[in-house]
T-cell receptor, first 115, second 109 residues
Framework: EPEVTQTPSHQVTQMGQEVILRCVPI?????FYWYRQILGQKVEFLVS????????KSEIFDDQFSVERPDGSNFTLKIRSTKLEDSAMYFC?????????????FGPGTRLTVT | RKEVEQDPGPFNVPEGATVAFNCTYS??????FFWYRQDCRKEPKLLMS???SGNEDGRFTAQLNRASQYISLLIRDSKLSDSATYLC??????????FGTGTRLKVLA
């Protein structure tokens, strides 16, 4: 069964540094999402991406964040200048194209620790 | 009122028990509803979608009550392996999910 994969599994970075989190979605998924989960809190939507552009973003997704799908397979989340409060699990998710299907499948996540 | 609310628990139940969780949502335009299971520090895994007619998958039954704006999950014959956090997710026409905080279940031997 195909799965969403994410790399790295754990990233430690210093405040102010840039990080890039990578996701390889399932091949027939055409909608992509990033969510984050701060330890002990709920999973929060960051951004959705379809047809090579952002379709929706939350208020968390400020100018420090960007997403792209540079090569048609990888889907990346970049944080330009990390803050301590960016420490969280970041999950990538995907959904197939069919309008009647809303089910999203999540990758294993990247644990980001900002020191 | 929070967009999606769940009782955080924990629900401690003996093996073999039946346990039920509810999840309320505030947006009456919500269209799709899901239950996910999340183990500690792992990703949410889709347990089941929740349809208007209700649906059942083995020991798990999900129901939707649009009038009262809640969904429910019933687990029969609880197993030790059912211990996890159960997340409710609600989606509107934009497809993004709004998650609840999750309900923690501990099944005791």
């Amino acid at each position: 069964e195909p799965e969403v994969t994410q790399t790295p599994s754990h990233q430690v970075t210093q405040m102010g540094q840039e990080v890039i989190l990578r996701c390889v979605p399932i091949s027939n998924h055409l909608y992509f999402y990033w969510y984050r989960q701060i330890l002990g809190q709920k999973v929060e939507f960051l951004v959705s991406f379809y047809n090579n552009e952002i379709s929706e973003k939350s208020e968390i997704f400020d100018d420090q964040f960007s997403v792209e799908r540079p090569d048609g397979s990888n889907f990346t989340l970049k944080i330009r200048s990390t803050k301590l409060e960016d420490s969280a699990m970041y999950f990538c998710a995907g959904k197939i194209l069919a309008a009647s299907s809303y089910e999203q499948y999540f990758g294993p996540g990247t644990r980001l620790t900002v020191t | 009122r929070k967009e999606v609310e769940q009782d955080p628990g924990p629900f401690n139940v003996p093996e073999g028990a039946t346990v039920a969780f509810n999840c309320t949502y505030s947006n009456s335009a919500s269209q799709s509803f899901f239950w996910y299971r999340q183990d500690c520090r792992k990703e949410p895994k889709l347990l089941m979608s929740v349809y208007s007619s209700g649906n059942e998958d083995g020991r798990f039954t999900a129901q939707l009550n649009r009038a009262s704006q809640y969904i429910s999950l019933l687990i029969r014959d609880s197993k030790l392996s059912d211990s996890a956090t159960y997340l409710c997710a609600v989606s509107s026409g934009t497809y993004k999910y709004i998650f609840g905080t999750g309900t923690r279940l501990k099944v005791l031997a």
